[in-house]
Structures are given as structure tokens and as C-alpha cells.
């Protein structure tokens, strides 16, 4: 089985979602509905300080709004940008012992240019974690 890896993104001044970070949990929600994850690590911090939440809590109270078990969910909080959300969910992929992780983000998230986008550091990143194999997912929107 796999980890769900959903990337966050900066929060509203209010503590709610943004339509980028919405629109990741709707993607999310289809595809743990098709993979069955063991697991989905929710990654990002509190990157606005206006916020008084991480996006990875705001992501989770979303989530489990639309139904999904709050049971798998694993909160990553430290997360300031795209690398760290690698480094520190695949730490919790290794920890919790699963071999394939499945990065859920959306498609500009995927396919910007600057700063590195998010496959091009995902690509960086597994070299540190061997044991994992990774594939991404998202839709076009």
C-alpha cells in the first residue's frame, strides 16, 4: 500500500485555504478514494503569519470534512517551502515503514519553472530516502 503525500500552500489571511490548496484537497480526496492509501501525510507550516494555523491542519480539517478517515492522516508542520515538504514527509514515510509514496499537488504546482517545481524536487529529494519509490498525481484544472 501507499503514503499519500499532499503539498500544501500558503494560507488565506483568515486561516482558510487558498483556491490552490483547495483545489489539492480535491484532488487528494479523489485520489485516496482510488489508491486506498495506508497513510496521507499532510505537509506545510504556518508560512502565514496572519494565519494562526499550518496549511497541513487546514488541509486535515478539509479533508475530513469531505469524509476521509481521520485516522490515517499524519500532520507535517515544519515545512516552510517545496524541499522541506519533501525532506520531512518522506521522513514520515520512512518512519511509518511504506515503501511507495504518491505526491498529490496541483498541475502549476508541477510544472512551474521558478523556484524548481515540485517533480524537480521530489527528483532531488528520494535520492536521500532509496527504500521509496515515488510517483506523482494531479489533475489538470
Known amino acids: 500500500m501507499a503514503a499519500l503525500i499532499v503539498l500544501g500552500n500558503r494560507l488565506n489571511d483568515d486561516g482558510s485555504l487558498s483556491d490552490k490548496g483547495e483545489k489539492r484537497c480535491e484532488i487528494a480526496f479523489k485520489a485516496a478514494k482510488f489508491f486506498q492509501p495506508q497513510a496521507i501525510i499532510l505537509t506545510g507550516g504556518a508560512t502565514n503569519p496572519s494565519a494562526k494555523n499550518s496549511e497541513a491542519y487546514a488541509m486535515y480539517l ?21 524541499t522541506e515538504n519533501a525532506r520531512y514527509a518522506l521522513e514520515i514515510v520512512k518512519e511509518i515503514g511504506i515503501s511507495e ?22 527528483r532531488d529529494v528520494i535520492k536521500e ?13
Open 129 to 141: 530516502f532509496p527504500s521509496i519509490h515515488l510517483c506523482m498525481y494531479t489533475e489538470e484544472y
Open 62 to 82: 478539509r479533508l475530513t470534512e469531505l469524509g476521509l478517515d481521520p485516522e490515517i492522516f499524519f500532520l507535517e508542520e515544519k515545512a516552510t517551502d517545496t
Open 101 to 122: 509514496a504518491v505526491v498529490i499537488s496541483s498541475i502549476e504546482h508541477f510544472g512551474r519553472t521558478e523556484p524548481k517545481n515540485a517533480i524537480a524536487v521530489f
